[in-house]
């Protein structure tokens, strides 16, 4: 199997192509979180706050593995495209090992950790209960999670999305029929509420894991991971720590974004730290398609990149921007149309729906800017360039929201923090577009090929 595709085919079907199953594949993960908010938010407004509560610890875990597979898919795909396939198994293979030992050191932290973390944000003992029976049961399918989401980058990495499509929606399928069975009871299932959703998200995990595993196995791809290939070499490990780190932290900011929101927020009232909960839940949906298009675009990105195809690389970055502009336009839409069903799908409180149809009014002001940013940090990710990835998803998520949002919220109350959201959005589109052309224009002819001794 070849990959020169990647660097043959025509832009805008090649990024439809590669795109369009990593944004089927968003979608399902979405679903998750959401598929167990519909169902736990049936049994209580503490079961969800609960839920919301738990959510950054979670996220914190999810960008850990995302973020350091990111380094795998990236390596791995410039590799390939610089005809390196020895250190592309190598990127896999030392990539998986370290990414199964993340998963299983995050297990033990978040479990011993959450009792703490949780009385930061809350004094209600019925909410830390569940709070704790939820998450304790769903940590402990850590290594399962950070190992899958290895299978999934190196997949991607050869230009296999169709593999993670598939991988996910027998996940989420799994998860989506024993929800109701787990929580609520039926059948010969007992009722385990809140603890249900955890088992049944957990499970549909290990169903992707397992998918994963069937196809390397029985469709084997170019990237091998093989015992021989297990010595750590600090070259390659090296580059795959130094994407993934910055990735990681990049997608942990919006935890810690949280937090200081939620903190924010909890001197109002707790209503409006569940619809902060469920925005970011509506947020995951909705941002879904331009996530899905940023996987689609960076082994892309690194595999031209690596091949020295500058002018192509120049171009998906541009494809992909117009691509998810459009998408955040029906993002607005949707958020302006039909905002009380939207809320009303987490909520039957009335106020707690008035208070999220004004949050997402004003949030979604800035959702079409937003694509600049997200282009331009997804874009840098694949060519392996952390650093600058990483000071755009700081503006966004840390040096402008948060002073922002303590600064308005003292003016105009709670909804100072979702004029924040906004004004965070634009401020950081102008400084992204300005990071994305230096630091893209930085690398030169001889930067996009490693020198092999």
Known sequence: MEQTFMKEKKILPLVISMSLPMVISMAVNSLYNIVDSYFVAKLSEEAMTALAL???????INAIAIGFAIGINACAAFY???????????AATQG??????????????????????????????????????YSNRAFLFAVFITTGISFEKIFQSVGRMKVSMFSMICGFLTNIILDPLMIFGVGFFPALGIAGAAYATGIGQCISLIVYLLFYFFRPIPVKIKRSAIPFDKEVIGRMYSIGISATLTMALPSLLISVLNFILSGFSGIYVLVLGVYY?????I???????????????????????QERVREIYRTSL????????????LSWTIPEHLI??????????QIGVTALHIISLGFIVSAVSVTSSGALEGLGKGIPALVISLLRYIIIIIPAAFLFSRFAGADGVWYAFCFSEFATAVCSLFIYRKAADSGSQKDTKLEVE
């Open 54 to 60: 738990v959510y950054p610890v979670q996220n914190l």
């Open 80 to 90: 390939l495209g610089a005809d390196q396939r020895e250190n592309a198994d190598k």
């Open 96 to 133: 998986l090992l370290l990414n199964f030992l993340h998963g299983a050191v995050l297990s033990v932290l978040c479990i011993a950790g959450m009792p703490a973390f949780l009385r930061m944000f809350s004094s209600d003992e019925t909410t830390i209960r569940l709070a704790l029976t």
């Open 281 to 285: 839940k509506l947020q995951t949906f």
């Open 344 to 353: 009303g799908l987490f909520t039957p409180n009335p106020k707690t729906i």
């Open 322 to 333: 117009k691509l998810i502009m459009g998408v955040m336009l029906i993002g607005t839409i």
């Open 287 to 309: 941002y879904l398609t331009a996530n899905g298009i940023i996987q689609g675009i960076r082994p892309l990105m690194g595999y031209n990149y690596g091949a020295g195809e």
